[in-house]
């Protein structure tokens, strides 16, 4: 069954440093998404893309914050300077198309940001 | 996108059978909803979803009476590895996900 994947599982940088995180979709998925999760706390919405172009972005998703899917497979989450209350997990989600019949968004694993 | 509330946990013992109520009193017309399971440091993972009446697969079934405001997700035989967060959310085709507290299932021997 395909799947999303993601890397690295585990990610460790210094506060202030620039952080790129991987997702690969699944390969015929046109629409894309990160969110994260604080330790202990709620499942929140980032960004989604689609067209290679943001479509929605929450107040969370501030000029630290970029996507881009520099080819056919990778989307990427990059985040510029990164401080210490980034620690959480991040999640790429995506799904098929608007015509599908449904929205069912597939989560990767998860990379797992501690800012030092 | 419609609000839900769902209980904050529940417990069960394995072989009982877990019914989680979610309540989403403004669905809109086009919205679904969908199931997600997730065990700790995993992404949530997908486990069912509907639009009306009754789903079922080979994990769960979905219940969602004709008004459609509220939903019953249905585990079956819950053993420990059903230990987890249970989200209910509803929402368009595109929409992001709006992700609420879920529900926390205990499963005791």
């Known amino acids: 069954e395909p799947e999303v994947t993601q890397t690295p599982s585990h990610q460790v940088t210094q506060m202030g440093q620039e952080v790129i995180l991987r997702c690969v979709p699944i390969?015929?998925?046109?629409?894309f998404y990160w969110y994260r999760q604080i330790l202990g706390q709620k499942v929140e919405f980032l960004v989604s893309?689609?067209?290679?172009?943001?479509?929605?972005k929450s107040e969370i998703f501030d000029d630290q914050f970029s996507v881009e899917r520099p080819d056919g497979s990778n989307f990427t989450l990059k985040i510029r300077s990164t401080k210490l209350e980034d620690s959480a997990m991040y999640f790429c989600?995506?799904?098929?198309?608007?015509?599908?019949?449904?929205?069912?968004?597939?989560f990767g694993p998860g990379t797992r940001l501690t800012v030092l | 996108l419609a609000k839900t509330t769902q209980p904050i946990s529940m417990d069960s013992y394995e072989g009982q059978e877990v019914n989680i109520t979610c309540s989403h009193n403004n669905i809109a017309t086009n919205d679904y909803i969908t199931w997600y399971q997730q065990f700790p440091s995993q992404g949530p993972r997908f486990i069912i979803q509907?639009?009306?009446t009754k789903v079922t697969n080979e994990v769960a079934s979905l219940f969602i009476p004709a008004d459609r405001k509220s939903s019953t997700l249905s585990l079956p035989r819950v053993s420990l590895s059903d230990t987890a967060v249970y989200y209910c959310?509803?929402?368009?085709?595109?929409?992001?996900?709006?992700f609420g507290t879920g529900t926390r299932l205990q499963v005791f021997p």
């Open positions: 893309f689609y067209n290679n172009e943001i479509s929605e």
């Open positions: 989600a995506s799904i098929s198309h608007a015509g599908a019949q449904s929205n069912t968004q597939y």
């Open positions: 390969s015929n998925h046109l629409y």
């Open positions: 509907g639009y009306k």
């Open positions: 959310l509803v929402g368009g085709r595109t929409d992001k996900l709006i």
